[in-house]
Nanobody, 127 residues
Framework: QVQLVESGGGLVQPGGSLTLSCVAS????????IAWFRQAPGKEREILAG????????YYAESVKGRFTISRDYAKNTVYLLMNGLNVEDTAVYYC????????????????????WGQGTQVTVSS
């Protein structure tokens, strides 16, 4: 089974940038779409971006479109989330997750369709 580990979170000032990494173990990583989610205190977990197994289909939530970029490196079994123009509303725990279904061409926004999940990495935007 695929296991996911996020890293790259931290404290950043408003307007700053961070790049999150999601490293997957297991040889089947390349067959699954990967998505990034976040959950702020008292709020539901929301999808931010997703990339399908071929890398040819990408989804962004409206809240991050134009500021965040998702990409994947098959050689490193890693999916990245480049975050620019961070603001205090971006403060949350960020998670990556793998689609339950292999080789799905589209990006599902239903979080119940994702398993497994990483442990999360905290992103705090504050001056």
């Amino acid at each position: 089974q695929v296991q996911l580990v996020e890293s790259g979170g931290g404290l950043v000032q408003p307007g700053g940038s961070l790049t999150l990494s999601c490293v997957a173990s297991g040889s089947v990583f390349s067959q699954y779409a990967i998505a990034w989610f976040r959950q702020a205190p008292g709020k539901e977990r929301e999808i931010l971006a997703g990339i399908n197994w071929t890398g040819g289909s990408i989804y962004y939530a409206e809240s991050v479109k134009g500021r965040f970029t998702i990409s994947r490196d098959y050689a490193k079994n890693t999916v990245y989330l480049l975050m620019n123009g961070l603001n205090v509303e971006d403060t949350a725990v960020y998670y990556c997750a793998a689609d339950r279904r292999p080789r799905r061409m589209s990006i599902t926004t239903d979080r119940n369709e994702y398993d497994p999940w990483g442990q999360g990495t905290q992103v705090t935007v504050s001056s």
